[in-house]
Antibody, heavy 124, light 113 residues
């Protein structure tokens, strides 16, 4: 069974930093692209970043480009999101998701597994 | 970016009745070389993460009840719940993966009348 478990969320002041982690199990995560999708309370879904299977393709939403960095450690079957210069509008539940593809063809596919999410609150 | 517009924002349907959700993309998500529509549907129950229901516009995921069906092509898509059950109360999202960035519709909340 595919499991994605996020951690690292919390309360941070505007301008601060957080590093989110996602531990993957139940599948060979090394073969798949992975993504971060966020959802503000009571709002819709926003894709924010994706990484291909070999880290050769990194992709970001305009809203976070230059502030957030996605990475993966395949030896640890883990996905990360380094978030700097945080703003109030970054407050959301952050989901780790598994892509149905590897990203080797330079595109994203649908997200066939989701974690439970980790909550980030940016406030003074 | 491709804008995904869902309608209605919410609907209330009696148990056993049909629920229909619409999703419209601002440009076609049909990739002509393979005749595939790069469109997925997700169900999000209260307090839970989204769950993939449908990929490629009409392909139901394993384990998804057959009362869920989806259709459409190009820019206009429909998700249908043929006979609403209590456990179908949720928010439903469409998602295009035709081009980056991937984008989602705003969601449709389905409730029991």
């Amino acid at each position: 069974e595919v499991q994605l478990v996020e951690s690292g969320g919390g309360l941070v002041q505007p301008g601060g930093s957080l590093r989110l982690s996602c531990a993957a199990s139940g599948f060979n995560s090394n073969n798949y692209a992975m993504h971060w999708v966020r959802q503000a309370p009571g709002k819709g879904l926003e894709w924010i970043s994706g990484i291909s299977w070999n880290s050769g393709r990194l992709n970001y939403a305009e809203s976070v480009r230059g502030r957030f960095t996605i990475s993966r450690d395949d030896a640890k079957h883990s996905l990360y999101l380094q978030m700097n210069s945080l703003r109030a509008e970054d407050s959301a539940l952050y989901y780790c998701t598994k892509d149905a593809g590897s990203g080797s063809d330079q595109r994203e596919y649908f997200f066939d597994s989701w974690g439970q999410g980790t909550l980030v609150a940016v406030s003074s | 970016d491709i804008v995904m517009t869902q309608s209605p924002d919410s609907l209330a349907v009696s148990l056993g009745e049909r629920a229909t959700i619409n999703c419209k993309s601002s440009q076609s998500v049909l990739y002509t070389p393979n005749h595939k529509n790069y469109l997925a549907w997700y169900q999000q129950k209260p307090g839970q993460p989204p769950k993939l229901l449908i990929s490629w516009a009409s392909s139901r995921e394993s384990g998804v009840p057959d009362r869920f069906s989806a259709s459409g092509s190009g820019t206009d898509f429909i998700l249908t719940i043929s006979s609403l059950q209590a456990e179908d109360v949720a928010v439903y999202f469409c998602h295009q993966y035709y081009s980056s960035p991937p984008t989602f519709g705003g969601g449709t909340k389905v409730e029991i009348k």
